[in-house]
C-alpha cells in the first residue's frame, strides 16, 4: 500500500525522466530541422549560383538571340529546381512525433520513443506507462542527437560548393571580349545608286542587319523606297513579327550588354549621302560612320538588302559620269569576283565590310597571279605604274610550284625533286583570265591610295 | 511446482511465465516453436485458434498439453457429420428430483471448460459449427431460451484436416472470422521427428508440471490477459494495421468504399473475392501486443505487427478460383500487402 506523498514522488520522478526523453527528442528534432533548413538553403544558393552563373557565361558566348532564348530556359529550370529544393526540405522537416520515429529507426528502439511523444500528452496511460519511461530511459544514450544524426552540415554543402566552383570558372570568362565585327574607325566607301538599289525589311533573326545613317533627305528617300517596295498592307503580320523580334534582340542584347560590361557587337553604321542628288553632287557616296554611337536612329532604313547583282552598288567603281572626287580606293580585278562583287551580289551588307577587306586581300593576290605587271597588290610600292598598252590575259594559265631541294642528309641527297611547270589548256567552259588593266592614276590620288594600302 | 505470480503482473512476469509454458508444452510437442508461440498469443490475446495440419502432427496432443501446463479444465469434441448443437453446448435433460419431482435440468456440454479442442471441426455441418460461434465470441450459450455464463479464461482451438475434404463442410466465413489465428502444424523436419519417436515410443511420459494451482489458475490467466491490452500503442501503428486490413481488401469489391485511400496491390485486385475484415486488425494487434510483451516493451512495434500478420490475416481472406487455379495461396497475399504498405509508407 503505497501513501499519496509517495505516489506524489513517484509521479514527479518519472515527468522528470518523461521530461528527459523528451527533451532528447526535442534535441534529435532540433538537428534534423536544422538540416532539413540547411538543404533547402544551400540547394536553393547553389542553383541560383549555377543559374547566374550559366546566364554570367552564355551572355558572353551566345548572340543575343541565343541568349534570349537560352536565359529564360536556364531561368525556368532554376525555379523548378528551388522550388523543388524547397519541397525537399520541407519534407525533410521532422515533427517531435516524426524525430521519434526516426530515433526509434536509426536507435532500433522498436517504437518505444514514437509511443512515448505519441502518448505523453494523453491524460490515461495506463499501468505500463512508468514501465515504458523507465524502460526507454534506459536506452537515452542510444538516442543521443549526436548518434541518430551525425551531421550538423548537410550533404547540400556539397553542390553549394560546385556551384561556386563554377561560378568561379565562369568568372575568366570577363575577360574575353566580343571582337567587334567592324571596327569602329573602319573606313569603307560604297557608292551606290539608290534608284538601282531593291530595299526590304531584314528577316527575323538576321544578325547582320546594318545601320544607316544620314541627313534627313536621305533618309526620307530611303524610307520612301523601302515603303514603296514593301508595302505594308502584304505584309504587316512579317513587319511586326519582325519589329517584335528585333525588339526582344535588342533587349537581350542590352540584358548581355549590362551582364558584361561591354557594347553589344554593332551592326555596320554607313553614313549615306544621295548621289542622285542634282544639289548635293558629292552625296553618291554612302560611307561608314566614324562614330558608332551617335547614329542609332536609323534602324528601320538600315535593315536593307541588296538583291540585284550588279546593281550598280559598286564598291568604287570609277562612273564616267561621276563628279564626285577620285575614288579613294583602289579598284580592285574587275573580274576578279571579288570587289564588284561584294557591293552587287551580297545579301548581306554587314558581310560588306568582310568582302571589301577581302577584296582588297584577293586583289592583291590575284595582282600578284594574274600578272605583276599590273601593279594591283597588297605592296603599296608597287600600287602605280605605266597603264598597260595592250590587253592582258592568255589562252591558258600556268601553275607554277615552287618548291626547293632539302637536303636530307646521304639518304635522300640525291632524290631532290623539282617541279615541272604545268601548262594546262582550258576547257570550254572556261575563260581566259582578264586582269583589269592598269589605269592612270590622278597624282594628287595617289597619296591617298597608298596610305590605304599602307594601313 | 506453481509459477510464483505477484498480484499484479509484471511485464517480465508475463515473458517469464509464457516461456515457461512454452518449455512445458515443448516437453511434449517437439518442434512447433512458431505454432506453439502462436497459440499461447491467441490465448493471451483473448482469442481462439483454428489448427490446420495433417492428421499426426500432435495437434491434439498439443492442445491437451496446453491443458495441463495451464492447469485448466479441458473438453475435446470430435466433430462428425451427425454431431448436433446441443452435443456441443448441452441440453436440458428430465432428473427426477430429491423429492421426486422431475423436472428438466441443464446438463452442460463439453463447451463448458476453459480449454475447449474441437477436433476435425470441419466435419460437422455448419448448424453444429455455428454453435460455437456464441460460445466464443460472448463467452455464453443459450439453451431453449436460457443462456449460460462461460467461465473465463474461454480458449476454444479447433483443427481442420486439409487433405480430407470428402464430406466435410468448410467453415463459415463468419465462424473462421472468429477464430484470432490460424496456425498452421506442418511436418516435422527428420530432426524433430526422430526427437518424437525417441519421446513417444519410451517407457515414460513426459511429465508435464502445471504452471498455476487449480484454484487460481484462471485468475492468474486474466490477470495476464489484463496486462496484454495495458500495452501501448502508438498512433502511427493503429493506422498501419488498419491499412494492412485495408489493403486487403480488393479495390474492385463492392465492399470498398474510398478506393483512393486504400493500399492496393494488383495481386489482391487479381485473386482476392473478399479481404479481411476488422477483426484482422484487432488480431493484428492483440498479438502484436503480445510479441511487445514476450520482447519486454510495453509498447508494440511494426515488426511485431508485420510478424503475426500471416497468422492474423490469412484465413480472414477469401480468395477466388483464379488464386486457387494458379496456386496462390492467402499467406501469399498477405506478404505482398505487407510489403506493399511498407513500400506505401510515408
Known amino acids: 500500500m503505497s501513501f499519496p506523498s509517495q505516489d506524489r514522488r513517484a509521479d514527479e520522478k518519472l515527468s522528470e525522466k518523461l521530461g528527459l526523453i523528451l527533451g532528447r527528442v526535442g534535441s534529435v528534432r532540433l538537428r534534423l530541422n536544422s538540416l532539413a533548413l540547411q538543404h533547402a538553403t544551400l540547394y536553393t544558393l547553389a542553383i541560383a549560383i549555377a543559374t547566374a552563373a550559366a546566364i554570367y557565361a552564355t551572355a558572353y558566348l551566345l548572340s543575343p538571340l541565343a541568349f534570349l532564348i537560352f536565359t529564360p530556359l536556364i531561368s525556368l529550370l532554376a525555379i523548378l529546381g528551388i522550388v523543388s529544393a524547397i519541397r525537399a526540405g520541407w519534407r525533410m522537416r521532422a515533427s517531435a512525433v516524426r524525430a521519434a520515429a526516426i530515433a526509434d529507426e536509426r536507435a532500433e528502439l522498436k517504437g518505444r520513443l514514437s509511443t512515448i511523444i505519441a502518448l505523453a500528452h494523453k491524460p490515461n496511460h495506463g499501468t505500463l506507462w512508468s514501465y515504458l519511461v523507465e524502460d526507454t530511459l534506459g536506452y537515452r544514450d542510444e538516442f543521443a542527437p549526436a548518434r541518430i544524426e551525425r551531421r550538423r552540415i548537410s550533404r547540400a554543402i556539397y553542390p553549394f560548393a560546385g556551384a561556386i566552383f563554377l561560378a568561379l570558372l565562369a568568372l575568366p570568362l570577363s575577360r574575353l571580349r566580343h571582337k567587334p565585327l567592324i571596327a569602329p574607325d573602319a573606313v569603307s566607301d560604297l557608292t551606290v545608286d539608290l534608284d538601282d538599289l531593291h530595299l526590304r525589311a531584314a528577316e527575323p533573326g538576321d544578325e547582320s542587319g546594318m545601320q544607316v545613317n544620314a541627313d534627313p533627305e536621305t533618309m526620307r528617300r530611303l524610307q520612301d523606297k523601302l515603303a514603296r517596295e514593301n508595302p505594308t498592307g502584304s505584309d504587316a503580320t512579317g513587319n511586326s513579327l519582325n519589329s517584335l523580334v528585333n525588339r526582344a534582340r535588342d533587349m537581350a542584347g542590352h540584358f548581355q550588354s549590362k551582364l558584361t560590361g561591354q557594347q553589344p557587337p554593332s551592326k555596320q553604321r554607313l553614313n549615306l549621302r544621295l548621289a542622285d542628288s542634282g544639289a548635293n553632287a558629292q552625296g553618291d557616296q554612302i560611307r561608314r560612320a566614324p562614330d558608332a554611337k551617335k547614329n542609332r536612329h536609323g534602324d528601320v532604313a538600315g535593315q536593307f538588302k541588296q538583291d540585284q547583282p550588279h546593281s550598280g552598288a559598286e564598291l568604287n567603281l570609277p562612273r564616267q559620269d561621276d563628279s564626285r572626287p577620285p575614288n579613294k580606293w583602289p579598284t580592285p580585278n574587275r573580274n576578279g569576283e571579288n570587289g564588284t562583287e561584294l557591293g552587287s551580289g551580297k545579301d548581306n551588307p554587314s558581310n560588306q565590310d568582310a568582302a571589301i577587306d577581302r577584296s582588297i586581300q584577293q586583289g592583291g593576290e590575284n595582282g600578284s597571279n594574274g600578272g605583276e605587271g599590273h601593279g594591283i597588290g597588297a605592296d603599296p610600292d608597287s600600287l602605280f605604274g605605266a597603264p598597260a598598252a595592250s590587253k592582258l590575259g592568255t589562252e591558258g594559265f600556268e601553275i607554277a610550284i615552287e618548291a626547293r631541294p632539302i637536303d636530307h642528309g646521304a639518304k635522300g641527297a640525291g632524290h631532290a625533286y623539282v617541279p615541272p611547270k604545268v601548262r594546262t589548256p582550258l576547257n570550254l567552259n572556261q575563260q581566259p583570265d582578264e586582269p583589269v588593266a592598269r589605269a592612270a592614276v590622278p597624282a594628287e590620288d595617289r597619296a591617298t591610295i597608298k596610305r590605304v594600302f599602307e594601313r | ?346
Not at chain 2, 111 to 140: V, W, Y
Not at chain 2, 147 to 171: C, D
Not at chain 2, 324 to 340: C, F, L, N, Y
Open chain 2, 1 to 346: 511446482m506453481n509459477e510464483v505470480l505477484t498480484e499484479t503482473p509484471t511485464v517480465a512476469d508475463f515473458a517469464r511465465t509464457f516461456r515457461r509454458i512454452q518449455a512445458e508444452i515443448h516437453k511434449v510437442i517437439i518442434g512447433h516453436e512458431q505454432a506453439v508461440e502462436e497459440l499461447l498469443s491467441a490465448l493471451f490475446a483473448g482469442g481462439h485458434v483454428l489448427i490446420e495440419g495433417v492428421p499426426g502432427t500432435g495437434k491434439t496432443t498439443l492442445v491437451k498439453t496446453l491443458g495441463l501446463a495451464l492447469n485448466l479444465s479441458f473438453n475435446r469434441i470430435q466433430f462428425t457429420v451427425d454431431l448436433m448443437p446441443a452435443d456441443i453446448t448441452g441440453t436440458r435433460v428430465i432428473l427426477s428430483g430429491e423429492d421426486g419431482r422431475r423436472e428438466f435440468t441443464f446438463q452442460p456440454g463439453p463447451a463448458f471448460c476453459h480449454i475447449l479442442l474441437g477436433d476435425e471441426i470441419n466435419r460437422a455441418t455448419p448448424k453444429t459449427q455455428s454453435a460455437l460461434l456464441e460460445a466464443m465470441a460472448e463467452l455464453q450459450v443459450t439453451v431453449s431460451g436460457t443462456t449460460y455464463k462461460l467461465e473465463p479464461p474461454y480458449f476454444v482451438m479447433a483443427t481442420l484436416n486439409p487433405i480430407e475434404m470428402e464430406g466435410t463442410y468448410p467453415l463459415p466465413e463468419a465462424q473462421l472470422d472468429r477464430f484470432l489465428f490460424k496456425v498452421r502444424l506442418n511436418y516435422p523436419d527428420e530432426r524433430e521427428l526422430t526427437r518424437i519417436i525417441s519421446s513417444t515410443t519410451g517407457p515414460e511420459d513426459a511429465g508435464i508440471e502445471p504452471l498455476f494451482d487449480i484454484s487460481d489458475a484462471p485468475q492468474r490467466i486474466e490477470g495476464l490477459k489484463r496486462l496484454v491490452r495495458d500495452v501501448m500503442v502508438a498512433p502511427e501503428l493503429e493506422i498501419y494495421a488498419a491499412r494492412l486490413v485495408r489493403a486487403t481488401q480488393p479495390q474492385n469489391s463492392r465492399f470498398v468504399t474510398d478506393e483512393a485511400k486504400g493500399v492496393h496491390d494488383e495481386m489482391v485486385n487479381r485473386y482476392v473475392m473478399f479481404g479481411s475484415s476488422p477483426r484482422g486488425a484487432q488480431a493484428l494487434i492483440l498479438g502484436a501486443k503480445v510479441g511487445a510483451l514476450l520482447d519486454g516493451r510495453a509498447n508494440i512495434a511494426r515488426e511485431d505487427i508485420d510478424r503475426i500478420a500471416i497468422s492474423g490475416l490469412a484465413h480472414r481472406i477469401m480468395l477466388n478460383y483464379a488464386a486457387h487455379s494458379d496456386g496462390i495461396d492467402a499467406a501469399h497475399i498477405v506478404e505482398r500487402v505487407i510489403k506493399s504498405v511498407r513500400a506505401a509508407r510515408v
